[in-house]
C-alpha cells in the first residue's frame, strides 16, 4: 500500500496509462502520466534521468538552451525518489520527475551564472526557496537552463538561444532555456520568470503551454531580482493540468521574501467553467472564444478601460529604477563596460541613474490609480486577448494579473526557403484572470486543452528540412 503524501488540490488520475515504446514518445508525455508511470513503477525516476539527459545533450548544442547540467544531483535525487517508492512512500505526481530551473536561481554547488560571463563561474551556497518546494515534492533537477544575460532577452555568455519550431530565429525573451527545452521535450517542465514579459514572450514563441501567476504567489529567495515589485516565478510546461500542479507545489509564503504570500488556491479542477462570464479582446484567438463557448462559457466582448495613457513608461522606470539599486556598484565600477549587449541593460541602467526622483514617484502614483481603474473595469471573470501585446504585458505585470499562454495552433513561416523546410511559426492567446484567481485562467485553459491537441504537438528538431542543415 502506498503512502500518499498530502497535497493542496486534488488532481485527475490517468489510471490504465500503458508506458510508450520509445523513449521519444516517453519525453513528450504529460508530467501527470509521467507521474502515473512512476506511481504503477512502470519506470523509474533513474530511467526519467537518463532520457532527459540524454536529450539535453543531444538537443543542446543546436538549441544553446542549457548552461549547466546537474548529472549527479540529478542520479542522487533519482535514487532518493525511487528509493523511497520502493517503502510504499509516493510523495505526489511530482515524485521523481526530471525538471529544469532557470539559471538565476541559485542551488548548492552548482554555477548560477544569471547568464553573464561577468558571473559564470558565481556559485551561490544557498537553496532557493522554489528549488526546496520542488525538492521536497520529490523532482528531481537535471540542469540549470539558459538565462538572457541578467535576465535580459534570449542572449546569454554561450550565445542565442533559438526556438525549436524555427530553429533559424531565437526563443526570445529572459526565459529562452526553459521555453526551449520545454518544447523540445529536453525537460518536462521547468521554472522561469518574468518582470516584463520573460515568461509570456518566450513560451508564445516556443509554443509552450505556461503560466505567470499573481504576482507574490511564489517565493523568490535565492533568484537574481531586477525588480521587486516585478519579478515573478512561473512554470514551463506541457499542459495546464501540469501548470496546475507544479503552481499549487511552489506557491505559499516564503519567509525571506517580504513580498510573498500565502494565497489560496482553488482547485481549478473542481470550477464550473458553465457558470463564467468571460471577455475576449480584438485580438483574441476565436478558435479559443469558439471551442469555450461550445463547452458553455458566457463569452463576451470586453475590453479594460483606464485612463493612464504612460503604462509603458511606468513600467520601465519602475523596472530600471529597480533594477540599478541592485547593481548600483556593479555600473559604478564600470563592470558593465564586459557586458554581453551593450543596448540592453548598459543603456538602461545609465538612463536609469538620470531618473529623478519626484518622476519615479510620480510614476508609483500613477502605478496606484493604473491598478485601481483596473480593477474596476475588470468586470468579467476572466478575458482572452493577445499575450505578446507590449501594452498588455507592460499593464499586466504593473498590475499583478496572472496570465496563462496556450498554444493555439501553426502558420507557415514568413519567406521559407525553396527547398523546402518543416519549421513552423507558433500560435498563441493569453487567458487572463485577476489577482489571486489563477485557478480561473487554469481551468479554462485546461478546458480549452480537454479537446484540442496544439499543446501535444512536436516540432521538427529530429526532421531538419534541407536549408535547416547548417544550423546544426
Request: with cysteine; proline share 5%.
Amino acid at each position: 500500500m502506498l503512502e500518499m503524501r498530502a497535497t493542496g488540490s486534488s488532481y485527475p488520475t490517468h489510471s490504465g496509462i500503458q508506458k510508450p515504446k520509445t523513449e521519444e514518445d516517453i519525453a513528450f508525455m504529460s508530467m501527470l502520466e509521467l507521474g502515473e508511470l512512476i506511481r504503477t513503477k512502470q519506470i523509474t525516476s533513474l530511467e526519467l534521468v537518463q532520457i532527459f539527459l540524454k536529450r539535453l545533450k543531444r538537443y543542446n548544442p543546436v538549441l544553446k538552451s542549457v548552461i549547466t547540467y546537474t548529472d549527479e544531483l540529478a542520479y542522487k535525487q533519482a535514487k532518493e525518489a525511487d528509493e523511497l517508492l520502493a517503502k510504499g512512500v509516493y510523495l505526489g505526481p511530482l515524485h521523481g520527475i526530471p525538471y529544469g530551473l532557470k539559471d538565476i536561481i541559485a542551488v548548492p554547488g552548482y554555477r548560477t551564472t544569471w547568464g553573464s560571463g561577468i558571473f559564470k563561474d558565481q556559485v551561490l551556497h544557498i537553496e532557493a526557496w522554489v528549488y526546496k518546494r520542488l525538492k521536497s515534492a520529490g523532482a528531481v533537477l537535471v540542469a540549470k537552463l539558459v538565462s538572457g544575460s541578467l535576465a535580459y532577452d534570449d542572449i546569454w555568455f554561450g550565445g542565442r538561444t533559438r526556438n525549436p519550431w524555427n530553429i533559424e530565429e531565437f526563443s526570445t525573451g529572459s526565459s529562452a532555456g526553459p521555453a526551449a527545452c520545454t518544447s523540445a521535450g529536453m525537460v518536462p517542465f521547468a521554472i522561469g520568470s518574468e518582470t516584463a514579459g520573460s515568461i509570456t514572450y518566450p513560451a508564445a514563441r516556443c509554443g509552450v503551454t505556461a503560466l505567470r501567476p499573481t504576482f507574490g504567489m511564489v517565493g523568490r529567495t535565492g533568484v537574481m531580482s531586477i525588480a521587486e515589485s516585478l519579478d515573478k516565478l512561473g512554470p514551463f510546461c506541457r499542459s495546464a493540468a501540469d501548470c496546475t500542479v507544479v503552481l499549487d507545489t511552489i506557491r505559499g509564503k516564503d519567509p525571506d521574501d517580504l513580498s510573498s504570500r500565502y494565497i489560496t488556491l482553488d482547485d481549478p479542477f473542481s470550477v464550473d467553467i458553465k457558470r463564467l462570464t468571460v471577455g475576449y479582446t480584438d485580438d483574441a484567438e476565436m478558435e479559443v472564444v469558439n471551442v469555450l463557448k461550445s463547452k458553455g462559457v458566457n463569452m463576451v466582448p470586453f475590453q479594460l478601460n483606464y485612463t493612464v495613457d504612460s503604462v509603458q513608461g511606468i513600467l520601465n522606470f519602475t523596472m530600471d529604477v529597480e533594477m540599478l539599486a541592485h547593481f548600483d556598484e556593479w555600473q559604478r565600477t564600470r563592470q558593465d563596460d564586459l557586458y554581453e549587449a551593450q543596448d540592453q541593460w548598459p543603456t538602461e541602467l545609465h538612463r536609469a541613474r538620470l531618473i529623478p526622483a519626484v518622476d519615479y514617484v510620480q510614476a508609483q502614483r500613477a502605478r496606484q490609480k493604473l491598478i485601481q481603474e483596473v480593477k474596476k473595469s475588470f468586470t468579467v471573470d476572466a478575458f482572452i486577448g493577445n499575450a505578446t501585446d507590449w501594452e498588455r504585458v507592460c499593464l499586466g505585470n504593473l498590475v499583478g494579473l496572472p496570465v496563462i499562454v496556450v498554444p493555439t495552433g501553426f502558420k507557415a513561416i514568413s519567406r521559407p526557403p525553396s527547398e523546402g523546410n518543416r519549421r513552423r511559426t507558433t500560435i498563441t492567446t493569453g487567458i487572463y484572470a485577476h489577482p489571486n484567481h489563477d485557478h480561473i485562467a487554469l481551468a479554462l485553459a485546461m478546458a480549452y486543452q480537454s479537446v484540442t491537441d496544439h499543446h501535444k504537438q512536436r516540432p521538427p528538431i529530429d526532421n531538419l528540412g534541407p536549408s535547416d542543415m547548417k544550423l546544426e
